[in-house]
């Protein structure tokens, strides 16, 4: 089998992708790539058998993206005769859409688009919404499966009816390696490192939030409720870069406490940072399915996040705190409560720990497979064993 997974950009490859390339070349398969720039993060042969760029942007009115990177990507598909195309992120996966549309008319190759949220959603600008929803029904002609790692996105994409109840797959996102984030692998001496870096005493507490600082994610929201608590021995810390990162810097010295916000950059390994909180923030307006969330909930640290698509899901049986999204004086009043219940927040964390085998890599692998190979009987079967 030949198996090509494409994404807009290498790093959706390199932090979510990989361990699907490994799992299935270790199967016999060829699994190629597909990215901006790819080649640049990628040498042949190592995480993928073959790499491929292509012309595409970010940015959805970029019209090389239509003028330039469809071309590439029907030429890629046809040099290389691929069984399945496997498309991530919403560029990359009109534009191969639109692209191979006329080669899925003969039978070859099969297109799945897994969709990480989709751009229409509830609470959403309307204008968007429609705009949005009529660019996904206009490309879910063209599209073999449709899978959703949410259970609104799951809910909408069937009630748009963008595609027959049989090709519309849920699967609880893409995986997170539950044995390597136990947090019994972490010694308490990378633990403490952690806080010595960032100047932490043992009475200090410590509020993460990890993710880039895009305006989706709300980072202004989390300093305001952090300058709000007015609570002398707390810290945050933001791990993550994006282009918000210096009005952030801007935002926590206009509030007078730029002096306990830190700002980390890219943190490689969050699990010891996440480990040193004592709670970790999320207050997003959107997500597919947080990985950050997952991750801390692996690690059986307490989550504050907001009611909003991709977080509630993850958090709306007691394994977090929610507050609404924009809702600042309501994520202060979270944060307190955390530091005043430090016991019960620890047993919401554990709660949420014990919910992850459902998440868990392995099982997402297993449900790929049968995504890949079975019936869509088959795949429900199998999957409703997995998560028990």
């Known amino acids: 089998m030949k198996l090509l997974l494409a994404t807009t950009v290498p790093h959706t490859l390199k932090h979510f992708l990989t361990p699907f390339a490994r799992h299935f070349r270790g199967q016999g398969w060829q699994v190629d790539c597909m990215a901006h720039d790819a ?23 970029d019209p090389a993206n239509l003028r330039i990177a469809t071309r590439q990507v029907r030429a890629v598909v046809e040099e290389a005769g691929y069984d399945i195309v496997h498309v991530h992120t919403p560029v990359a996966a009109f534009v191969t859409r639109l692209a191979l549309r006329g080669m899925r008319k003969r039978g070859s190759p099969r297109v799945i688009y897994t969709a990480h949220g989709f751009h229409f959603h509830r609470g ?27 259970p609104e996105d799951e809910a909408a994409a069937r009630r748009r009816h963008l595609l027959p109840p049989d090709r519309i797959r849920y699967i609880p996102g893409i995986g997170v390696d539950t044995r390597a984030l136990r947090p019994d692998r972490f010694t308490q001496n990378e633990i403490r490192e952690v806080r010595r870096e960032l100047g932490l ?37 933001l791990a993550g870069t994006g282009v918000l990162f210096e009005a952030m810097q801007a935002l926590a010295s206009e509030l007078r406490v730029a002096g306990r916000v830190h700002f980390l950059g890219f943190v490689g390994n969050t699990a010891p940072l996440m480990l040193a909180s004592t709670a970790t923030l999320l207050p997003s307006e959107r997500e597919g399915l947080s990985r950050s969330v997952m991750e ?16 509630r899901d993850l958090l709306c ?23 005043e219940n430090r016991g019960e927040a620890r047993r919401m964390g554990d709660r949420g720990r014990a ?7 392995r099982n997402i692998l297993k449900l790929h497979e049968e995504l890949y190979g079975g019936s869509p009987a088959e795949t429900e079967g199998t999957y409703a064993q997995a998560v028990g």
Do not use: Q
Not at 135 to 148: C, G, I, K, N, S
Not at 301 to 310: S, Y
């Open 296 to 311: 801390s909930l692996c690690l059986g640290v307490p989550v504050i996040g907001t009611h909003a698509r991709g977080v």
């Open 201 to 237: 005493s043992e009475r200090d507490v410590l509020f993460t939030m990890v993710a880039g600082i895009e305006p989706v994610k709300r980072h202004r929201d989390a300093i305001r409720a952090f300058a709000h608590l007015n609570h002398e021995s707390a810290h945050l810390a």
């Open 355 to 361: 919910k992850m085998a459902a998440y868990d890599i």
């Open 124 to 150: 959403g600008n309307p204008a968007k919404n429609l705009a949005f929803l009529s660019l996904e029904r206009l490309a879910a002609r063209w599209t073999d499966l449709l899978v959703v790692i949410n």
């Open 317 to 339: 049986d007691g394994s977090g705190r929610l507050v609404e999204v924009g809702d600042i004086p309501a994520l202060s009043r979270a944060m307190r409560w955390v530091i």
């Open 39 to 61: 080649s640049s993060w990628f040498r042949r042969g190592e995480e993928f058998d073959r790499v491929w760029d292509i012309a595409w942007s970010r940015n959805p009115l």
